[in-house]
């Protein structure tokens, strides 16, 4: 059976996304890079702010996205499909950083699942 990994990114829309990630690094010591990503104990995590119009987590009135890494995107999808979920067709492969697909669960929310380079 498929597991998810562990949190592989967590997204947020604002408002004024630098001003957030900012904030996150000067309260909490959460030290991003520019492309968001903050090195963990257990692994890598992004950390990432988007435009407040952004529609990549599917419905606007989502205003965060939460992102599993899985060990095998294909397996994962296939098997939450056997499960009837309501999965997105498509994926997508980012060279250097790895490949993505999607699920919505029963409640609405959009969830990514990102299988690292």
């Not at 059976?1 to 408002?15: D, P």
């Not at 950390?47 to 890494?69: H, I, K, P, V």
């Not at 296939?78 to 029963?106: C, H, I, N, S, Y």
């Amino acid at each position: 059976m498929e597991r998810v990994l562990g949190i592989g990114g967590y997204f947020m829309r604002a408002s004024d996304p630098a001003a957030l990630v900012a904030w996150y690094r000067d309260c909490l010591g959460l030290d991003a890079d520019e492309n968001g990503l903050w090195r963990q104990g257990a692994g890598p995590t992004v950390f990432a702010t988007f435009e407040s119009e952004s529609d990549y987590f599917g419905s606007r009135a989502q205003q965060t996205m939460l992102n599993f890494r899985v060990r095998d995107l294909d397996a994962m999808l296939a098997q939450l499909r056997a499960k009837g979920a309501d999965v997105a067709e498509e994926t997508q492969d980012m060279e250097g950083v790895g490949r993505f697909g999607w699920v919505t669960d029963p409640e609405g929310n959009r969830i990514e699942l990102w299988q690292p380079a």
